[in-house]
């Protein structure tokens, strides 16, 4: 299998110089369109201690693995400029955990924020300078390029390669979807959230604990019960150590209701000028990018005037209200959250749980194909090209797959309930619906649409089934 992968170029490495931190950018997307080596911050940092605890927090994450930790993925940073604030998010390498850093404006003085997205060089040896800087040194930040004399001296001009996986890409699109429904749960003082995080283990295997909000702090349980929240691989917590000394508060957010059995959940603390936020996959074995949380609104058939309409709308702001855009667009809601989906999934949305809003932000990858990036949408595609979705018999929908046959039950409105095939028995719907099902509610969405001919769903994509 071929690894899509975005190259990344830096003029010279970032670094950390006498009270100044040059953040070197690689190509990006900004409003004027794409750029080389955008600039988008020069200033001071108003809390010098927390904001590089923090962006060191976040380059860590990016290095490390905590699902079979063999070896190092030293990945660079995403950072988006929403105009009045700066955002750096990354993934670890196993893919489990999305951390994100938000500068917020009261953490930042100097030139105005500029707006755009890019990645930024974390190296070794800046990581090494933010760890060993003076406590209390005033420091400067500088995010872009600055001008070089190429040529003057040994290393003025540096151009790396930094391999980026689609697996970040996925990643975001479906922690977005996923955070979208989390509520906040809990909301523990400083001193309660120091207490309660240098508590927990640095290390292990992905044992799953469950906490309970009791006064102004967490108690653990033994089992998921009402009010529980899921503490899925506590090591992985751990990247938020170094910023204790400056938490200021830890806001906790899960899904609502009672869990059944493991959930994401994401973990804010925040500290003066800004807050880091570590969201945690439900096993440290599993990665963001196959959550398959978009799928049922990727498999609309979304005209794509309506994805560029909200496009050309969005506008690195940081808040991101549908129901704006569906005004200022003219479309109706729920076209809003299909197109929105599919923008999702070129990075282009994320999700801030503080604000409780979508923010804009677009990632230096090429568009592509939305089936390339969905293997199970791309399955079901083909099992509707090859006319593999029988006719309803009952309560089930058989489902032709070479030799293989798969019954998905659906309901009395004929929606798909769930099928018979391996990925079902192991996830129950939890990773979203497999090929099969997916493939049923397209069908149905067909059956009722005027004059929709079941091949133009397939839309001539090439791929295997889902087996």
């Given at each position: 299998m071929t690894t899509a992968v975005h190259a990344l170029r830096y003029l010279h490495p970032s670094a950390l110089r006498p009270s100044r931190l040059d953040l070197a950018t690689s190509g990006g997307a900004t409003p004027q369109g794409a750029a080389e080596h955008p600039r988008f911050f020069a200033g001071v940092l108003r809390h010098p201690d927390a904001a590089a605890a923090a962006l060191l927090a976040v380059a860590d994450v990016a290095a490390a693995r905590y699902h079979r930790p063999v070896g190092a993925a030293s990945l660079d940073p995403v950072v988006t400029a929403d105009g009045d604030r700066l955002r750096f998010e990354s993934f670890s390498g196993c893919g489990g955990v999305h951390a994100r850093l938000d500068v917020l404006p009261e953490g930042l003085d100097g030139a105005a924020t500029g707006h755009g997205t890019t990645n930024v060089d974390v190296n070794a040896p800046l990581r090494e300078a933010l760890r060993l800087r003076t406590p209390g040194e005033r420091l400067r930040l500088a995010v872009g390029a600055e001008e070089l004399a190429v040529g003057v001296g040994a290393g003025e001009l540096v151009e790396r390669k930094v391999p980026l996986p689609q697996r970040w890409l996925k990643g975001f699109a479906e922690t977005q979807v996923l955070t979208a429904r989390f509520d906040r749960r809990a909301e523990l003082p400083a001193a309660e959230a120091v207490r309660f995080l240098r508590a927990l283990p640095t290390t292990g295997r992905g044992t799953v604990r469950w906490v309970l909000p009791a006064g102004p702090g967490l108690r653990a349980t033994s089992r998921p019960?009402?009010?529980?929240?899921?503490?899925?691989?506590?090591?992985?917590?751990?990247?938020?150590?170094?910023?204790?000394?400056?938490?200021?508060?830890?806001?906790?957010?899960?899904?609502?209701?009672?869990?059944?059995?493991?959930?994401?959940?994401?973990?804010?603390?925040?500290?003066?000028?800004?807050?880091?936020?570590?969201?945690?996959?439900?096993?440290?074995?599993?990665?963001?990018?196959?959550?398959?949380?978009?799928?049922?609104?990727?498999?609309?058939?979304?005209?794509?005037?309506?994805?560029?309409?909200?496009?050309?709308?969005?506008?690195?702001?940081?808040?991101?209200?549908?129901?704006?855009?569906?005004?200022?667009?003219?479309?109706?809601?729920?076209?809003?959250?299909?197109?929105?989906?599919?923008?999702?999934?070129?990075?282009?949305?994320?999700?801030?749980?503080?604000?409780?809003?979508?923010?804009?932000?677009?990632?230096?990858?090429?568009?592509?194909?939305?089936?390339?990036?969905?293997?199970?949408?791309?399955?079901?595609?083909?099992?509707?090209?090859?006319?593999?979705?029988?006719?309803?018999?009952?309560?089930?929908?058989?489902?032709?797959?070479?030799?293989?046959?798969?019954?998905?039950?659906?309901?009395?409105?004929?929606?798909?309930?769930?099928?018979?095939?391996?990925?079902?028995?192991?996830?129950?719907?939890?990773?979203?619906?497999?090929?099969?099902?997916?493939?049923?509610?397209?069908?149905?969405?067909?059956?009722?649409?005027?004059?929709?001919d079941r091949a133009d769903w397939a839309d001539g994509t090439d791929g295997a089934a889902q087996k």
């Open positions: 019960g009402p009010g529980a929240i899921c503490l899925p691989g506590p090591e992985r917590l751990s990247a938020l150590r170094p910023l204790l000394r400056h938490a200021t508060a830890l806001h906790v957010y899960a899904p609502p209701g009672t869990p059944a059995g493991p959930t994401a959940s994401a973990w804010e603390l925040a500290f003066p000028g800004g807050r880091l936020t570590l969201t945690l996959s439900p096993d440290s074995s599993r990665g963001f990018s196959g959550e398959g949380g978009l799928l049922d609104l990727l498999a609309a058939d979304v005209p794509a005037a309506d994805v560029d309409a909200l496009a050309a709308l969005l506008a690195w702001d940081p808040r991101i209200e549908p129901a704006d855009l569906a005004e200022d667009s003219g479309l109706a809601p729920d076209r809003v959250r299909a197109a929105l989906a599919h923008l999702a999934t070129g990075g282009q949305i994320g999700y801030d749980l503080a604000e409780a809003a979508h923010f804009h932000r677009r990632l230096p990858y090429e568009s592509g194909r939305v089936e390339d990036r969905n293997p199970r949408l791309r399955s079901a595609r083909a099992l509707l090209a090859a006319d593999a979705v029988g006719p309803v018999t009952g309560d089930l929908r058989v489902v032709t797959v070479g030799d293989h046959v798969h019954h998905v039950r659906v309901g009395a409105d004929g929606t798909a309930l769930g099928c018979t095939c391996r990925w079902w028995a192991r996830h129950r719907g939890d990773r979203g619906p497999c090929s099969h099902v997916l493939a049923v509610r397209m069908t149905g969405r067909a059956d009722w649409a005027d004059g929709t």
